[in-house]
């Protein structure tokens, strides 16, 4: 039965509030919010209406509202919303990762310049950021451990130090650890660091700049020296930087759009400083026009993903409904948050280079996505297949000589790699380095829920291994009854070399050698370089793990907590290995009947 917008919209109120599409099932298709219900929603029913909107509406079997008291609840509540139920046809922001910081403990004599994901509340310390990416901060951190001599160890290490470490060698930490130099002295050095992660590399140059004077009178060469190298280093960071001395807290947003496709591009200032950028290419399910579109980008990125709101937000257009969004993120940060697309001086400067990322990104996107589409094309040329495949999945094992094996799956489609696919598998019960054992159970571990009706089929699964490794997946498909599947096996020649594989297609009597050049075979390589990537990095985490904590982790009564304590109270595994009962005793959370068996299964 067809949905009657005339009978809905005549008993509709006029108040501000969200409403729901749902479809037959019952499942959310869009969720928006209106200063007037009855208004906004008449124009989905009465309007002219672009495709991609007409067909939502063409799926709309019920419309639920919620009333609001005000507009700005009801950009709140529709945030909320969207990250709950992750309606199709709503702008999706997909990279809800917390933004990195810089953090300073007080807890420590010799503090260290730390990585941190999140705010923790209760830290003691303080934080710097937040960053854009992780590469920001660790490139941020380098230039303080080269200009500073920070140390970067662990407080654990810096404990059971007796002589300085390579880094002190290198000349990039000054070896507290050693009293190598004073708790003064390294203190006046952090403080400098941090002084320049906030953008007043000036002050810290100027204060550098009378100390090596001071020291230079007083026939301190030596020191003198080191502070000149400091100095020059500083001023080399501010010729690198775009501004870093008007100052002001902002999030610059800027959209570029051409040929169907689009990219937002995000630049974090802080005190002035610019830190860096992240790119984000949501989908446009509705067809909304540039200024709205980054309306719903700038509400989703802020108050359905909860990040820290600076005082500015600046937009290469002007937001729909800004004032409402301004009094939402100002109720939410709790302060006042201006938000403009009109800006003068320091402020265009940063506009105008989010402008340039995001042409720069889109543009480098497309000539992308373009050479991924001549790569499909051209393998659908060199299989004989009607039509470019959809779906490519790829497996391969890793091992350390039998030692925790793990099997990588990745998936490619026609926008490249599709992460959110990807999988691993922990291989289990199997002889130690017996990798086709391997191989055959994490196909049937994947290839058994396609069986049961689960999940999506590729179009082909290439298998890293040629003759041997294909002839057991045609195998597994067979024993599951699975179908339709093009196997193709990529073997390496003689000498190895890239360029030089031959491909098995579905049998081993059916080769196919292509050139180097060829746009098909550099997709198969993409994707057969990812799955040994993926399998590799898996291998590594759990054989790691196993190898730090597996001893610990088996004794009952140990949990993550005080593991963790243990480990932090000797300085790792070792030390608590050598401790003895009483010892172990010691540690906060461990009784003497605990200490007695942690003891007794660490040594038998």
């Not at 290490?157 to 390579?166: D, E, G, K, M, S």
């Not at 904590?549 to 480990?567: D, N, Q, V, W």
């Not at 003895?580 to 007794?600: F, N, Q, T």
Request: proline share 4%; net charge positive.
């Amino acid at each position: 039965m067809s949905f009657d917008s005339r009978q809905f919209l005549a008993n509709l109120t006029q108040s501000p509030g969200i409403y729901r599409m749902l479809d037959e099932q019952g499942d959310t298709l869009y969720v928006g919010k209106a200063k007037r219900l009855k208004a906004r929603l008449a124009s989905y029913f009465r309007g002219a209406l672009n495709a991609k909107t007409q067909a939502m509406v063409s799926r709309i079997a019920d419309v639920q509202v919620t009333v609001t008291r005000s507009e700005i609840e009801a950009l709140l509540l529709e945030q909320t919303l969207i990250k709950e139920l992750r309606p199709p046809y709503n702008i999706l922001l997909r990279d809800d990762k917390s933004y990195p910081f810089v953090f300073v403990t007080d807890r420590h004599p010799f503090p260290a310049l730390e990585y941190k994901r999140a705010r923790r509340r209760h830290e003691d310390g303080r934080y710097l950021g937040p960053y854009p990416s992780s590469n920001a901060v660790r490139e941020s951190l380098s230039l303080m451990q080269k200009i500073f001599r920070i140390r970067n160890c662990e407080d654990s290490v810096f404990a059971h130090r007796t002589r300085p470490c390579l880094q002190y060698q290198i000349r990039r930490c000054s070896a507290p650890c050693v009293g190598y130099i004073g708790e003064a002295d390294y203190r006046r050095d952090l403080e400098h660091a941090v002084m320049c992660l906030e953008g007043r590399s000036e002050q810290v140059t100027q204060e550098l700049t009378e100390a090596m004077e001071t020291a230079s009178r007083n026939l301190a060469f030596e020191d003198a020296a080191r502070l000149r190298d400091q100095i020059q280093h500083l001023r080399q960071l501010q010729h690198r930087q775009f501004v870093d001395t008007e100052g002001g807290d902002a999030d610059v947003f800027a959209l570029a759009e051409r040929e169907g496709a689009l990219c937002i591009s995000v630049l974090a200032v802080r005190q002035g400083r610019l830190l860096g950028a992240r790119h984000h290419a949501p989908d446009n399910g509705l067809g909304l026009d540039p200024a709205e579109l980054l309306g719903e980008f700038v509400s989703q990125y802020y108050l359905g993903q909860g990040r820290e709101i600076p005082r500015e937000v600046i937009a290469s257009l002007p937001l729909p409904d800004s004032d409402i969004l301004e009094s939402a993120l100002s109720s939410r940060a709790e302060r006042r948050v201006r938000v403009t697309h009109r800006v003068r001086g320091h402020r265009s400067q940063w506009l105008e280079l989010a402008r340039t990322n995001a042409e720069q990104q889109l543009g480098s996107r497309l000539a992308s996505q373009g050479e991924l589409d001549r790569r499909f094309h051209s393998l659908q040329t060199a299989l004989g297949l009607p039509a470019p495949p959809e779906r490519l999945e790829c497996f391969d094992i890793s091992h350390s000589h039998g030692e925790a094996t793990v099997a990588s799956c990745v998936v490619f489609d026609s926008n490249g790699p599709r992460k959110s696919d990807y999988r691993r598998f922990n291989i289990e019960g199997e002889t130690a380095g017996d990798d086709y054992a391997a191989m055959r159970q994490a196909l049937a571990r994947r290839f058994r829920r396609l069986a049961e009706g689960e999940g999506i089929a590729p179009d082909i699964l290439l298998l890293d291994g040629g003759k041997g490794q294909l002839n057991l997946a045609r195998e597994v498909l067979a024993e599951l009854g699975v179908g339709n599947i093009l196997l193709l096996g990529v073997a390496k020649g003689t000498t190895r070399k890239a360029g030089l594989e031959t491909l098995f297609i579905e049998t081993i009597d059916r080769t196919l050698d292509l050139p180097g050049s060829s746009p098909a075979l550099h997709l198969i390589q993409h994707v057969r370089d990812e799955a040994h990537r993926f399998a590799i990095t898996g291998h590594r985490n759990r054989r790691d793990k196993a190898r730090r904590s597996s001893a610990l982790e088996g004794i009952a009564g140990i949990g993550p907590k005080r593991r963790r304590e243990l480990l932090r109270f000797f300085g790792g595994l070792q030390g608590v290995k050598k401790a003895s009962r009483e010892e172990l005793a010691r540690v906060p959370g461990i009784s003497a009947a605990l200490a007695e068996a942690i003891h007794r299964s660490l040594h038998g």
